[in-house]
C-alpha cells in the first residue's frame, strides 16, 4: 500500500514537471539584455560620430562594423538622407574615425546577457 | 570558417548584438530542443515599439476591403483559434560569416529559433472585412515608426501567401506573446523570412500593389542570378526574400574526444519546404557523407532536430560538417551565395573536434 502511495506521488510528480514551463535558468550576474554596454575609443573624429550617430544607434551597432572606407561613407551617406544631423566639413573626420577603428579586421564578440526578469 | 567545438551545455544566456534597439542571439549550444523557450529566442528590432495597453489597442482593417473598421483583442480572440509551431529565423541571421564584410547587425548562428505560435487566421480577419477582388498584397504596419525621415519598417506581402498560412499571433508557446515578440499581435508566415513576421502590428491593408519605401524597394532582395562576392547588385536585379532556404546547424558536439570511442553530434535542420528529408555529417570535408537520425516531432515548417553517433577513426583535430536536404530535394551549399545585404547565410556548418589517441 505504501509503495503504491509512493508510485503514485512519483508519477504525479513527473507529469507536474513535464506539464511545467521549462524554467530556464540565467546566470543572475550577467547583464539585463538591453543594456548599453560598449563607448567609443578615443580619437580624432569621436566627437562627431558620437553626437550624429548617438540620436539613433548605441555604440553596439558601430563597435560590431567591419566595413571599409567605401561601405562607411556609403552608410554616413545613407544616414545623413535618412535624418543623421552632421556638418559635411565633419564627414571626412567621422569616416575616418569609423574605418581606423570599425575597419574590415574589426573583431566583435556579443555581450552575453540575460533578459530583463531573470 | 570553422567554428569553435560547442560544448554540450553553455551557461545560459543571450548574446546581445545591440542595446538599443534590442538584438540579441541565442546561443547555438542551447538550440537544442524542439520548442524554443521564449527566454532564449532571438530578438530582431528594428526600432523601439510604442507597446500600446492591449485594452485601448485597436487593430485597424482598411484598404481593399468591403467594410473597413477596428478590431479589439477580445474581438479577435473570438475568432477561431489557430495554433502552428514553425521555425523563424531573421532574413540576416548569418550577415557576419560572409566574406566580404557587410554592414548591418553581424549575425553569426543564433537568430533563429522553433516556437508554438497560437493565434487567428488572417484569412478569418480579413474575411469579415471582405476583401476585394482588386486586392493582391497585404499592407502590414507595426507601432514602431522610427522619427524624422528614418524609413518606416512598413511591408507587404502577397495576399496569397498569407490567406494559404498566415496567422496573427496572440501567444508563444502558451503564454502571451512576450512585447520583444511583438506584443499585442505578430504574424506569423511559416517558411518565410523573419523580415515577413512584422511585430506589434496595428492596421492591415489589402492593396492592389505592393508596399514601397526602403524596406521592399532596396532591403529585404535577394540577387536574382548569383554574382562574385563583393558584387553590388541593383534592386531591380533582385526579388524580394521570401522563403528560408535549406540548413542545418550543429549544436552538440564535444570539444575533445577520444578515437575510436562514440559520442553523439546534435544539431536542427529547417528549410522554406514544409520538412528536411535528410540531414548528413561528414569528417572528412564533404568527401562522404553519414545519414543522421530525425527526430520524430515536426510540424510544417518546424525544424527537425537530428543527432548522430560518431565514432572518429583518426586523431587530431577533425573538422564536423551537416548539411541538409529539404522534402523538395534541395540540398544546403558548401558556400552560402553571396548577396550585399547578407541575407539567408546557409552555407556548411563546420565544427572543429580535437580527437587524443
Known amino acids: ?118 | 570558417m570553422a567554428q569553435k567545438a560547442v560544448t554540450p551545455r553553455a551557461r545560459e544566456s543571450m548574446l546581445q548584438m545591440n542595446g538599443y534597439a534590442v538584438n540579441a542571439e541565442t546561443p547555438l549550444a542551447l538550440l537544442t530542443e524542439y520548442v524554443t523557450p521564449n527566454e532564449l529566442f532571438f530578438v530582431r528590432s528594428h526600432w523601439i515599439p510604442r507597446t500600446p495597453d492591449p485594452k485601448k489597442w485597436r487593430l485597424t482593417i482598411d484598404g481593399e476591403v468591403d467594410r473597413s473598421g477596428d478590431i479589439t483583442l477580445s474581438e479577435l480572440k473570438k475568432l477561431p483559434q489557430a495554433e502552428t509551431t514553425c521555425v523563424l529565423q531573421c532574413a540576416g541571421n548569418g550577415r557576419g560569416l560572409y566574406s566580404p564584410t557587410l554592414p548591418g547587425v553581424q549575425w553569426r548562428y543564433g537568430a533563429v529559433g522553433n516556437a508554438r505560435w497560437t493565434g487567428v487566421r488572417v484569412r478569418d480577419v480579413l474575411e469579415r472585412a471582405g476583401v476585394k477582388p482588386s486586392a493582391k498584397h497585404l499592407h502590414v504596419f507595426g507601432s514602431d515608426d522610427p522619427p524624422g525621415k528614418v524609413p518606416p519598417f512598413h511591408r507587404s506581402i502577397e495576399l496569397e501567401k498569407v490567406l494559404a498560412d498566415g496567422i496573427l499571433a496572440f501567444a508563444m508557446n502558451g503564454e502571451p506573446l512576450p512585447v520583444a515578440h511583438g506584443a499585442p499581435l505578430r504574424l506569423i508566415v511559416p517558411g518565410w523570412a523573419g523580415d515577413h513576421w512584422m511585430k506589434w502590428i496595428v492596421r492591415l491593408s489589402p492593396q492592389a500593389e505592393a508596399q514601397k519605401g526602403f524596406y521592399m524597394e532596396t532591403a529585404y532582395r535577394y540577387p536574382l542570378t548569383p554574382g562574385a562576392p563583393g558584387v553590388a547588385f541593383k534592386p531591380e536585379e533582385m526579388a524580394p526574400v521570401t522563403e528560408l532556404f535549406v540548413k542545418s546547424n550543429i549544436t552538440t558536439a564535444p570539444a575533445k574526444v577520444r578515437a575510436k570511442h562514440a559520442c553523439e553530434i546534435r544539431g536542427f535542420a529547417f528549410s522554406g519546404a514544409p520538412d528536411i528529408a535528410k540531414v548528413e555529417i561528414s569528417d572528412d570535408d564533404g568527401a562522404t557523407w553519414q545519414e543522421t537520425s530525425l527526430d520524430p516531432r515536426h510540424d510544417p515548417y518546424a525544424w527537425r532536430l537530428w543527432s548522430y553517433h560518431w565514432t572518429p577513426s583518426r586523431s587530431g583535430t577533425v573538422r564536423l560538417c551537416a548539411r541538409a536536404t529539404d522534402s523538395r530535394g534541395n540540398v544546403q551549399p558548401r558556400e552560402a551565395t553571396w548577396n550585399q545585404s547578407g541575407y539567408l547565410q546557409n552555407s556548411w556548418h563546420f565544427v572543429d573536434v580535437e580527437v587524443t589517441a
Open chain 1, 1 to 118: 500500500m505504501k509503495r503504491a502511495a509512493v508510485l503514485v506521488l512519483v508519477l504525479a510528480a513527473a507529469f507536474a514537471s513535464a506539464a511545467t514551463k521549462r524554467s530556464v535558468s540565467f546566470d543572475s550576474n550577467l547583464p539585463v539584455l538591453g543594456t548599453r554596454f560598449h563607448s567609443l575609443p578615443a580619437g580624432k573624429g569621436k566627437q562627431q560620430v558620437e553626437a550624429s550617430c548617438f540620436p539613433c544607434h548605441s555604440a553596439d551597432m558601430l563597435v560590431q562594423q567591419r566595413l571599409t572606407e567605401k561601405q562607411w561613407t556609403a552608410e554616413v551617406d545613407k544616414m545623413i538622407r535618412w535624418g543623421a544631423v552632421m556638418k559635411e566639413s565633419d564627414k571626412t573626420a567621422a569616416v575616418a574615425y569609423l574605418v581606423r577603428n570599425f575597419g574590415p579586421a574589426n573583431k566583435f564578440t556579443p555581450v552575453r546577457t540575460r533578459p530583463a526578469g531573470y
